[in-house]
């Protein structure tokens, strides 16, 4: 199921309902261009990807998450190429990340 995120709110819980139940989908934030963002629920709880995307479509930033714990981040140039990579433990503990430059080349 895909809802605007305006449609849908967070509980006293921080857990995201839709129609007063816990949601389990996509919520979207969008304008009158297009989708923004999206990110991924299960019983209310941030679970999957979330997307952040730029006025041409493409994608900006990409965020994995695990029970609501970010796993997985990237981030990319406005060309295309990864701009930035991280790794996470289960507890969301920074296990590693890189960084390139907009021509691909690793930062140090």
Do not use: C, K
């Not at 994608?59 to 990864?82: A, D």
């Not at 433990?89 to 080349?105: K, L, P």
């Amino acid at each position: 199921m895909r809802v605007p995120l305006d449609d849908a709110e967070f509980d006293d819980g921080d857990r995201l309902t839709y129609r007063g139940q816990p949601f389990t989908g996509i919520a979207v934030e969008a304008d009158e261009d297009g989708v923004l963002a999206e990110s991924s629920f299960r019983v209310g709880v941030q679970d999957g990807p979330e997307r952040s995307f730029r006025e041409d479509g493409s994608v900006s930033v990409e965020n994995i998450y695990q029970f609501g714990i970010i796993r997985e981040g990237r981030r990319w140039h406005g060309n295309g190429l990864l701009a930035y990579e991280m790794h996470a433990d289960e507890f969301g503990r920074m296990q590693s990340e890189q960084r390139w430059d907009a021509d691909g080349n690793p930062e140090q």
